[in-house]
């Protein structure tokens, strides 16, 4: 019964800024780590981003480093992924997902808010 919703998405110029966040909600919910994935039209979908629960060490593939920030609020059960200088590239649905274990499969899945950002 675990449920993961996200929010935030929207339509912003390039350049601008967006935060998308992601509630985890399930009354047995727990995952090591969770992260943000993206999927553009016509194209396969990618890893962006993820955080651990407990250190919140992070992971960002190599075209939002620097631009792009996940954090989490664990007394909330949210995780945010924060967008600067968005590019007309970082159009796609964006999902969160939930790792159970390290190295293991992302196992649970929200069902994505769109992000497009016009030139």
Do not use: H
């Not at 009354?27 to 993820?50: C, D, H, I, L, N």
């Not at 960002?60 to 989490?72: L, N, P």
């Not at 970082?90 to 769109?114: I, N, P």
């Amino acid at each position: 019964q675990v449920q993961l919703v996200e929010s935030g998405g929207g339509l912003v110029q390039a350049g601008g800024s967006l935060r998308l966040s992601c509630a985890a909600s399930g009354r047995t919910f727990s995952s090591y780590a969770m992260g943000w994935f993206r999927q553009a039209p016509g194209k396969e979908r990618e890893f962006v981003a993820a955080i651990t629960w407990i250190a919140g060490s992070t992971y960002y593939r190599d075209s939002v480093k620097g631009r792009f920030t996940i954090s989490r609020d664990n007394a909330k059960n949210t995780v945010y992924l924060q967008m600067n200088s968005l590019k007309p590239e970082d159009t796609a649905v964006y999902y969160c997902a939930a790792q159970t274990e390290r190295l293991s499969k992302y196992g649970y899945w929200g069902q994505g808010t769109q992000v497009t950002v016009s030139s």
